[in-house]
């Protein structure tokens, strides 16, 4: 799963091919403060808050790097509702995550917790002998403009990140412990008169969220995103409806780096003149293993 912050809001936009979700009620609201919440003294303005997630999302960048040494298994849950909003179908999956040449693949090794045929493993392998046979036959031009178009998408991700800074109004709203690591909590509104410079800036404003920034690390641990209007893309092909929604939550790991942990979406959207599709999936991860290329992969158990 690719980590940058704040542009994870763009994981909604795959859906519904790759929607992520889990049962939310049908329009739910931010988490409201509760007993988890610790009321803070420190006070931050706004401006301060937007220099936080500025850094933030510098922080995540090198987080990103670090997250290329990790391999995991990911299983999906997904569940299809009818138009009565009840289960219809369930369907799970669960691959290896694994980074080949600094690219992340997902390789599936069960469906609905059985493992694959042997022809259906054969194809996941060929697969990835496909990504394998790509870089390894890649020309100097070639690998040159690969690694332009990455940077090029990195400075994208960075500009977006500056529009998510200016898009809203921001209020600490308390302190909260996760996993024994304290973080503030911060509700983010879609702020009046937002001018978005960027195509891509102009979903913000249709969507509130709730980040959890740890102290220490300046590092965010966990997003609450919320779609608050409709959104449409390409000429109304596909619209997604007020109500769904992202939550995302990360670990630490080996003391090093953050990787993810759950990710549920419930997700109500419609593609060109086809029904609403309504789908929830309950994502975790698990078995971090640490890679090195001169080394065997190394459980997380055998290096803490």
Not at 24 to 34: E, R, T, V
Not at 39 to 68: C, G
Not at 221 to 246: E, Y
Not at 252 to 281: I, M, S, T, Y
Request: proline letters at 4%.
């Amino acid at each position: 799963m690719k980590r940058h912050a704040f542009p994870i809001f763009c994981a909604l936009l795959l859906t519904p091919a790759f929607a992520f979700g889990q049962t939310l009620p049908a329009s739910p609201p931010i988490a409201p403060a509760d007993e988890h919440l610790a009321p803070t003294p420190i006070a931050l303005s706004r401006e301060q808050i937007q220099t936080m997630i500025r850094q933030v999302a510098d922080n995540d960048d090198e987080n990103d790097k670090r997250q290329r040494d990790y391999t995991y298994i990911e299983r999906m849950e997904e569940h299809k509702l009818n138009g009565k909003g009840e289960v219809s179908s369930v369907e799970t999956r669960t691959y290896d995550v694994m980074q080949i040449y600094n690219e992340q693949c997902r390789r599936m090794t069960a469906k609905n917790d059985k493992r694959l045929s042997p022809k259906e493993a054969a194809k996941e392998e060929e697969k990835i002998q496909k990504i394998i046979d790509k870089r390894k036959n890649e020309s100097d031009s070639q690998r040159e403009k690969r690694l332009k178009e990455e940077e090029k998408d990195r400075e994208e991700n960075r500009q977006f990140v500056k529009e998510v800074a200016d898009a809203y109004d921001f209020t600490l709203v308390g302190t909260e412990s996760l996993e024994g690591r304290e973080t503030y909590v911060i509700d983010a509104e879609p702020r009046k008169g937002f001018e978005p410079k960027r195509k891509e800036a102009k979903i913000l404003p249709k969507f509130r969220f709730r980040v959890w920034i740890d102290r220490a690390a300046n590092q965010w641990v966990k997003l609450d995103a919320q779609c608050i209007d409709t959104v449409s893309f390409g000429l109304f092909l596909a619209r997604i409806h007020k109500g769904s929604r992202i939550v995302i939550d990360t670990t630490r790991v080996n003391d090093e780096v953050w990787l993810p942990r759950h990710v549920a979406v419930h997700v109500d959207v419609r593609v060109a003149l086809l029904k609403n599709f309504n789908v929830e999936q309950d994502i975790t991860y698990r078995d971090y293993k640490k890679f090195h290329a001169a080394s065997k992969i190394v459980g997380v158990e055998e290096v803490k």
